[in-house]
């Protein structure tokens, strides 16, 4: 089993509709969660930072929940400069990250 | 600030050939990664560093050798280049790990390698 888990998607979505993303993890003992947005050929870039039980930030929402070991991302209102890959992160225990294979959304006008 | 920066941008091996990743920070980050990323796959960390003079082994480190002389910079070598290590390779850095607001990775632009 995959450390870290997602749907590779594409999400096809048309401007202004509502979309989430789940991802599963594996190792219990992890404490750091986050999303990561990479866009074509660039390197990835922090989205979101999951600490508790879950934040937001404008039009995205992230929710964690620790006893069934998965994180959601939610975006609301899409635009087309949403259209990326989003990556689910989450720690090893052991200083170190892991890398879910993210998954595609692409905005439609 | 430049953030993180990488060199080169691309680069074509002979198999056998080696080659060294070079990753500079100028944010005073104490831990420092490199990562290769491979089409449909997730970033794997192949080494680490949590401070100047030291390093660790990641996910895939095999093939690979890392040094931290100085504090912003973070060398990845390939000794024998192989062509399973076409990939585009990433640096990363953070000011700390497991600390909230501290713990962001801040990517550079990548490399592009390929081994013939």
């Known amino acids: 089993r995959k450390e870290v888990e997602q749907d590779p998607g594409p999400f096809n979505v048309p401007e202004g509709a509502t979309v989430a993303f789940n991802c599963t993890y594996s190792n219990s003992a992890s404490q750091s969660f986050f999303w990561y947005r990479q866009d074509c050929r660039k390197e990835p870039k922090l989205l979101m930072s999951v600490y508790s039980s879950g934040n937001e930030d404008g039009r995205f929402t992230a929710q964690l929940n620790r006893a069934s070991q998965y994180i959601s991302l939610l975006i609301r209102d899409s635009k087309l400069s949403d259209s990326a890959t989003y990556l689910c992160v989450v720690d090893t225990g052991r200083r170190a990250l892991t890398f879910g294979s993210g998954t595609r959304l692409q905005v439609q006008p | 600030n430049a953030g993180v920066t990488q060199t080169p941008k691309f680069r074509v091996l002979k198999t056998g050939q080696s080659m060294t990743l070079l990753c500079a920070q100028d944010?005073?980050?104490?831990?420092m990664y490199w990562y290769r990323q491979d089409p449909g796959m997730g970033l794997r960390l192949i080494h680490y560093s949590v401070g100047e003079g030291t390093t660790a082994k990641g996910e895939v480190p095999d093939g690979y050798n890392v040094s931290r002389l100085k504090k912003q910079n973070f060398l990845l070598g390939l000794e024998s280049a192989a062509p399973s290590q076409t990939s585009v390779y990433f640096c990363?850095?953070?000011?700390?790990?497991?600390?909230?607001?501290?713990?962001?990775?801040?990517f550079g632009p990548g490399t592009r390698l390929t081994v013939l």
């Open positions: 990363a850095s953070s000011y700390a790990f497991g600390q909230r607001g501290a713990d962001t990775q801040y």
């Open positions: 944010m005073n980050h104490e831990y």
